[in-house]
Nanobody, 113 residues
Framework: QVQVVESGGGLVQPGGSLSLSCTASASIFGYNMGWYRQAPGNQRELVAEVNSIGRIIYADSVLGRFTISRDNVKNTLFLQMNTLKPEDTAVYYC????????WGKGTLVTVSS
Protein backbone atom coordinates (compact mmCIF):
# COMPACT_ATOMS: atom_id res chain seq x y z
CA GLN A 1 0.00 0.00 0.00
CA VAL A 2 1.47 3.32 -1.09
CA GLN A 3 1.18 6.17 1.38
CA VAL A 4 1.04 9.82 0.42
CA VAL A 5 1.59 12.42 3.13
CA GLU A 6 1.13 16.16 2.82
CA SER A 7 2.77 18.77 5.03
CA GLY A 8 3.25 22.51 5.24
CA GLY A 9 -0.24 23.85 5.81
CA GLY A 10 -1.06 26.50 8.35
CA LEU A 11 -2.42 29.96 9.00
CA VAL A 12 -1.17 32.83 6.87
CA GLN A 13 -2.29 36.40 6.33
CA PRO A 14 -3.64 37.55 2.96
CA GLY A 15 -0.77 38.30 0.62
CA GLY A 16 1.48 35.83 2.38
CA SER A 17 3.13 32.63 1.18
CA LEU A 18 3.15 28.97 2.11
CA SER A 19 4.96 25.96 0.74
CA LEU A 20 3.35 22.53 0.72
CA SER A 21 5.10 19.20 0.32
CA CYS A 22 3.81 15.73 -0.46
CA THR A 23 5.97 12.67 -0.03
CA ALA A 24 5.09 9.23 -1.35
CA SER A 25 6.29 5.94 0.09
CA ALA A 26 6.93 4.58 -3.41
CA SER A 27 8.45 5.88 -6.59
CA ILE A 28 6.59 8.68 -8.34
CA PHE A 29 8.71 8.41 -11.46
CA GLY A 30 6.55 8.03 -14.54
CA TYR A 31 3.31 9.02 -12.85
CA ASN A 32 1.19 12.14 -12.89
CA MET A 33 0.84 14.00 -9.61
CA GLY A 34 -1.43 16.81 -8.58
CA TRP A 35 -2.63 19.12 -5.86
CA TYR A 36 -6.34 19.45 -5.22
CA ARG A 37 -8.24 21.45 -2.64
CA GLN A 38 -11.62 21.37 -0.98
CA ALA A 39 -13.16 24.30 0.82
CA PRO A 40 -16.08 23.82 3.23
CA GLY A 41 -19.27 23.22 1.29
CA ASN A 42 -17.45 22.90 -2.01
CA GLN A 43 -16.38 20.01 -4.18
CA ARG A 44 -12.76 19.01 -4.43
CA GLU A 45 -11.10 20.88 -7.28
CA LEU A 46 -7.84 20.64 -9.15
CA VAL A 47 -5.26 23.25 -8.20
CA ALA A 48 -2.30 22.12 -10.28
CA GLU A 49 -0.97 19.00 -11.91
CA VAL A 50 2.40 17.93 -13.27
CA ASN A 51 2.51 14.90 -15.51
CA SER A 52 5.24 12.31 -15.86
CA ILE A 53 7.15 14.34 -18.44
CA GLY A 54 6.83 17.64 -16.62
CA ARG A 55 3.87 19.18 -18.39
CA ILE A 56 2.01 21.44 -15.96
CA ILE A 57 -1.52 22.74 -15.76
CA TYR A 58 -2.97 25.21 -13.25
CA ALA A 59 -6.45 26.22 -12.28
CA ASP A 60 -7.20 29.71 -13.56
CA SER A 61 -7.71 30.90 -10.01
CA VAL A 62 -4.10 30.18 -9.01
CA LEU A 63 -2.28 30.88 -12.27
CA GLY A 64 0.63 33.21 -11.68
CA ARG A 65 0.51 32.78 -7.91
CA PHE A 66 1.15 29.06 -7.34
CA THR A 67 4.01 26.93 -8.63
CA ILE A 68 3.98 23.13 -8.70
CA SER A 69 7.15 21.09 -8.94
CA ARG A 70 8.33 17.56 -8.33
CA ASP A 71 11.47 15.74 -7.23
CA ASN A 72 11.43 12.21 -8.58
CA VAL A 73 14.51 11.24 -6.59
CA LYS A 74 12.91 12.22 -3.28
CA ASN A 75 9.43 11.06 -4.39
CA THR A 76 8.11 14.46 -3.41
CA LEU A 77 5.67 16.94 -4.90
CA PHE A 78 5.73 20.62 -3.97
CA LEU A 79 3.36 23.54 -4.18
CA GLN A 80 4.68 27.05 -3.64
CA MET A 81 1.78 29.38 -2.93
CA ASN A 82 2.31 33.13 -3.10
CA THR A 83 0.01 36.12 -2.80
CA LEU A 84 -2.50 34.02 -0.93
CA LYS A 85 -6.11 35.12 -0.76
CA PRO A 86 -8.87 34.26 1.72
CA GLU A 87 -10.55 32.24 -1.02
CA ASP A 88 -7.52 29.94 -1.10
CA THR A 89 -8.56 28.64 2.31
CA ALA A 90 -9.15 24.90 1.98
CA VAL A 91 -7.81 21.48 2.77
CA TYR A 92 -5.15 20.72 0.20
CA TYR A 93 -4.74 17.15 -1.00
CA CYS A 94 -2.00 15.45 -2.95
CA UNK A 95 -2.86 12.83 -5.56
CA UNK A 96 -0.54 10.25 -7.07
CA UNK A 97 -1.90 8.74 -10.26
CA UNK A 98 -0.27 5.36 -9.76
CA UNK A 99 -2.20 2.08 -9.84
CA UNK A 100 -5.78 3.08 -8.94
CA UNK A 101 -4.59 6.36 -7.48
CA UNK A 102 -3.58 7.44 -4.00
CA TRP A 103 -4.73 10.41 -1.94
CA GLY A 104 -3.18 11.93 1.13
CA LYS A 105 -5.22 12.91 4.15
CA GLY A 106 -4.80 16.58 3.36
CA THR A 107 -3.30 19.63 5.01
CA LEU A 108 -5.31 22.68 6.03
CA VAL A 109 -4.42 26.08 4.62
CA THR A 110 -6.15 29.04 6.23
CA VAL A 111 -5.73 32.52 4.79
CA SER A 112 -7.04 35.08 7.21
CA SER A 113 -6.10 38.31 8.93
Amino acid sequence: QVQVVESGGGLVQPGGSLSLSCTASASIFGYNMGWYRQAPGNQRELVAEVNSIGRIIYADSVLGRFTISRDNVKNTLFLQMNTLKPEDTAVYYCHLARDLGYWGKGTLVTVSS
